[in-house]
């Protein structure tokens, strides 16, 4: 697994410390146990945006290059998605039908 970049951490934490802050005043919490919630809930938040956060290229290209390298090592082909010829006329569509 890849080492979490610098954004990656930074949108994380905040996202820990504002939704549990906000998620503690909307709820006015009072018990111990609802605070513990409250706090597990932000941190698995923050984590999820810390993950859903986009690599930069650089990253995407080693991930790629190791996944490649993996699946040449197991004889398994890398699938190839294939576009259909007709995908640009396609493009100006749109996606209601008459």
Not at 3 to 14: E, L
Not at 84 to 97: D, G, I
Request: aromatic fraction near 2%; charged fraction near 10%.
């Amino acid at each position: 697994m890849p080492r979490p970049t610098t954004a990656q951490i930074a949108y994380g934490s905040a996202t820990v410390v504002l939704s549990t802050l906000a998620m503690l005043l909307l709820s006015e919490a009072r018990s111990g146990i609802g605070v513990v919630v409250i706090a597990a809930a932000g941190l698995v938040l923050g984590v999820l945006v810390a993950v859903t956060v986009p690599i930069p290229l650089t990253a995407r290209a080693k991930v790629r290059t190791a996944a490649a390298q993996a699946s040449a090592a197991a004889g398994t082909p890398i699938p190839r998605v294939r576009i259909p010829s007709n995908a640009e006329s396609r493009v100006t569509e749109h996606s209601l039908r008459h």
